[in-house]
């Protein structure tokens, strides 16, 4: 396969992937009853069988296990073991992000209500509104958010959709089409420097200077005081803040892809108000990533690498931001991997992880469930760097499932 650029991914399924169906009619909720007080048996979850043509085209690292997971102490690995492990990890890990103040922000975001329908936006159908979130940070950097209310609200829950580095925004239209359709108000993010969110920002040294930088520029801006790790996860928690003063919604889900993948693993681990999390191609633990096959390196950007952030990775490698994203009650993430993905974190390295992490967050949680649960879902359903059909009819299956119980 030849290389792929990420950032001018195409935003297209194959035929076999665009197949599965996502739908627009909830399935039947677990407590939804009927005509008689019977109580309808909920919808199975969606599956679908590897795509045959897809696998055809890729070799043998894309269906066995690479050498290098082969041996390795996952659970050495993880230091969370109970919960009040999970406790006392988060706020280490805020304090790196946020050093002046070691806490979460507290402020909320500049609000436009009823801004009509914004040029930086696909189409979108069923929205009664849309409002601009607007997160002022350091350096001049802001972050726009936007927010969509569904004109047929059904329940008071929020999600959260991440777009990554680049990819089409097709493919976010999709899944926050499909979060739209059943009832939820969706805030759709960016990454720092791209889409919608401005590209340049002020020089450290001379606040006179605009420069245009890349992720792999933003060592210039760090400083004892100041991670610009905040520019990736300050967005969420100041229009969290927005959110729950707006809507007190029941639950607040996050769904992510490529580089919005790793903010929604990043982000739920430091702050427990995201329920449930889908994160899409977006990381791996620091011992699978070389072994991925795909043509394009695991290594990750300057916010995503180990090298450049010692202090933040030296409290916990991602087993662990896993358990942090899934540990409390009735919270849940399932990672989702694409295994033939064109771009990030392909093959199935990740079966030398899984059971292990889904085991210890089972049995911090007591087995059931109501203390948290994880999971991953190897899509091999097609060959893009994308939500596909088939995993986003998998996400709106278990929100549906897993949320029944709420208003």
């Given amino acids: 396969m030849t290389s792929v650029n990420r950032r001018s991914m195409p935003g297209t399924l194959g035929t076999a992937a665009a197949s599965a169906s996502v739908g627009r009619a909830r399935p039947a909720a677990a407590g939804a009853s009927t005509l008689g007080g019977v109580r309808p048996h909920p919808a199975p979850r969606p599956v679908a069988p590897v795509n045959a043509e ?24 993880m230091t969370i073991h109970t919960a009040a492990d999970a406790q006392a990890m988060r706020p280490r890990l805020v304090a790196q992000v946020w050093r002046s103040t070691g806490v979460l922000p507290d402020g909320l975001p500049q609000v436009q209500r009823g801004i009509g329908t914004p040029a930086e936006l696909p189409a979108f159908e069923g929205v009664r509104r849309y409002d601009r979130l ?30 990554g580095h680049g990819e089409p925004l097709d493919v976010m239209r999709r899944t926050a089409q499909g979060l739209l359709d059943h009832g939820y108000v969706v805030l ?45 996860l300050e967005p969420p928690a100041v229009a969290m803040n927005h959110v729950q003063a707006a809507y007190r919604p029941s639950s607040v889900q996050m769904v992510g892809l490529s580089g919005g993948g790793w903010t929604t693993t990043v982000y739920p681990a430091l702050d427990p108000r995201i329920t449930r999390s889908y994160p899409t191609a977006g990381t791996l633990p620091f011992f699978v990533r070389p072994g991925s096959p795909g043509p394009i390196s695991t290594r990750g950007d300057w916010e995503q690498r180990q090298d450049t952030q010692p202090g933040f990775y030296g409290v916990a490698d991602f087993p662990d931001l896993y358990a942090l994203g899934s540990v409390g009650p009735h919270r849940r993430q399932m990672q989702i991997l694409n295994r033939f993905d064109e771009c990030c974190f392909s093959g199935v390295g990740h079966r030398g992880y899984e059971a292990v992490v889904r085991q210890r967050i089972a049995v911090i949680g007591g087995g059931d469930g109501a203390g948290g649960h994880w999971e991953l879902l190897e899509d091999a359903t097609h060959g893009q760097h994308a939500i596909s059909p088939f995993a986003l009819s998998v996400i709106l299956w278990d929100l549906d499932i897993n949320c029944a119980h709420l208003p």
């Avoid at 889409?195 to 420069?211: A, K, M």
């Fill in 54 to 77: 897809v696998a055809a085209a890729h070799g043998a690292a894309y269906r066995t296990l690479p050498q290098v997971v082969v041996g390795v102490d996952v659970e050495g690995l």
């Fill in 134 to 163: 607007t997160v002022r940070m350091p350096f001049g950097l802001y972050s726009t958010v936007f927010v969509l209310e569904p004109r047929q609200r059904t329940h008071s829950r929020v999600a959260f959709y991440h777009n």
């Fill in 188 to 232: 759709l993010f960016a990454m720092p420097f791209h889409h919608w969110n401005p590209t340049t920002l002020r020089d450290p040294n001379d606040p006179s200077v605009t420069r245009k930088p890349t992720h792999d520029d933003l060592a210039r801006w760090e400083s004892a005081k100041f991670s610009p790790l905040a520019f990736f």
